[in-house]
């Protein structure tokens, strides 16, 4: 773990992988003084940048950074009771162009691929790419497949996707290359709504096939 300066009120913890940042995100959030000293915790995918309140020293920060033996409490697919009860269902149909490929990928008929990512709920560990776009983490392990060798040039919005350990749904249309096994009508971003993004850091997402 090292802790760097990031500009005049963040500080940058640098963690080893995804499960520290995660539960170093939500010890951070848990801890009785992050009220009064934080005004966002912002988890990346080997960071997490916490902002200080205005007037509050960024070396008071480093007092609610949890030691070592504590970063490895929660695991990817829960969070703190609090974020936990944040629970969005996204309706899919599962018909993406590369459902075929991501079941020779894995070993599994396209039936249990659809099986496998309803089945596990996942939980927002970051936003980022695009406005609207959370990366979703802690499913089926067995979903865990490359990007596509060749990005196509427009991903339609709606589009859900796999790509490494993330499953994640691309709130507008956009270039990408994360292998697409189907689509849901959520709006994932939407300016008149408050706040805009459907999915925040920590809150947990359900896949739900689309009758």
């Known amino acids: 773990m090292r802790l760097l300066p990031y500009g ?8 080893a992988d995804m499960a520290e940042v995660l539960a170093c995100a939500d010890a951070v959030r848990a801890d009785p003084a992050a009220a009064t000293l934080l005004q966002d915790v912002v988890p990346g995918a080997r960071t997490v940048l916490l902002v200080a309140r205005p ?53 599994l008929s396209e039936r249990e691929v659809v099986t496998a990512h309803t089945a596990t709920p996942w939980r927002v560990a970051f936003g980022g790419f695009a406005p609207g776009f959370a990366y979703l983490v802690g499913g089926d392990p067995r979903l865990q497949v490359p990007r596509r060798e060749e990005a196509r040039t427009s991903v339609p919005a709606g589009s859900v996707g796999l790509a490494g350990e993330f499953s994640g749904v691309y709130p507008r249309a956009s270039p990408g290359g994360w292998q697409l096994i189907g ?27 689309a009758r």
């Open 8 to 15: 005049d009120r963040g500080l940058l913890v640098e963690l």
């Open 55 to 107: 007037g509050v020293a960024v070396d008071q920060l480093r007092a609610i950074v949890p030691a070592h033996q504590h970063r490895h409490r929660s695991n990817p697919g829960a969070g703190e009771q609090g974020l936990s009860q944040r629970e969005t269902v996204i309706p899919v149909v599962y018909d993406g162009p590369d459902l075929a490929d991501v079941a020779r990928l894995t070993g």
């Open 183 to 209: 689509r849901t009508d959520l709006a994932l971003w939407d300016l008149d709504r408050d706040p805009p993004a459907l999915l925040s850091a920590g809150a947990t997402v359900v896949f739900e096939e």
